[in-house]
């Protein structure tokens, strides 16, 4: 079966794998999207948060989480004392996955066979970034990273043994913090998110504290 390793460059780094992702035919996803969405960030962060896959102005811009999610993640991660640019931000699915509705495109998750198919990008960037702490950003990433019987709901917020990284944690995705059904649910959806990021954030101070 066809996957991204056989797009893989040999010489690694993260320059070389944001140009080769860009040529990936791992699945068929790329033949829907504009681009391919590689990962952003310092290649030294301490910190990694993965999401699902790129929505429709990621899809445009070629830039991961710069859509109302992003936006609402920025924020988040500036509450809790932590900047955008001083984090490394993916995605499980590299490609957008998508169905037209009129002249809308519609986000349609990645199926099983997308993220396997996908999984050597993230591996890569985990391989080579090396973070202290993981953050699975929503049950695709927590599922893909932490095994089919993940539950973010029950197991959201606090620190999991994995040997991904020193310091794994799994919190909901923001696209759920927007979709809650009225503004109520909306603000306490998104005090929930910045308390898990925000033990992230003590995570990361206690680490450089350490030295
Ligand atoms: N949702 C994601 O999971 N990733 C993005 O990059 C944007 C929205
Ligand atoms: Fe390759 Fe992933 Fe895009 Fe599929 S979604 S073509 S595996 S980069």
């Not at 991204?4 to 993260?14: K, M, N, Q, V």
């Not at 197991?155 to 979709?179: D, N, Q």
Request: aromatic share 4%; proline share 8%; glycine share 10%.
């Amino acid at each position: 079966m066809t996957n991204a390793a056989d797009f893989l460059p040999s010489e690694l780094g993260l320059e070389g794998l944001r140009e080769a992702v860009e040529g990936c035919r791992g699945c068929e996803l790329w033949a829907c999207a504009s681009r391919a969405v590689p990962g952003e960030g310092p290649p030294d962060a301490q910190v990694m948060l993965v999401g699902e896959q790129p929505g429709n102005e990621e899809d445009l811009t070629g830039r991961p989480f710069v859509g109302p999610a992003g936006r609402l993640l920025d924020r988040a991660l500036a509450e809790v004392g932590l900047d955008r640019s001083e984090v490394y931000l993916t995605n499980v699915v590299k490609h957008f996955r998508s169905e037209p509705r009129g002249k809308r495109r519609i986000h349609k998750k990645p199926g099983d066979e997308h993220i396997e198919a996908c999984r050597p990008w993230l591996e890569a960037e985990i391989a080579m970034v090396r973070p202290a702490v993981l953050v699975c950003l929503g049950a695709t990433a927590a599922k893909a990273l932490l095994g089919p019987e993940f539950r973010v709901s029950r197991e959201r917020g606090a620190f999991v043994p994995s040997p991904l990284a020193p310091h794994v944690i799994a919190t909901v995705h923001p696209s759920s913090v927007l979709r809650a059904p009225d503004e109520g649910r909306r603000r306490d959806a998104y005090a929930r998110f910045v308390r898990d990021l925000g033990h992230v954030a003590d995570r990361v101070r206690g680490l450089s504290e350490l030295g």
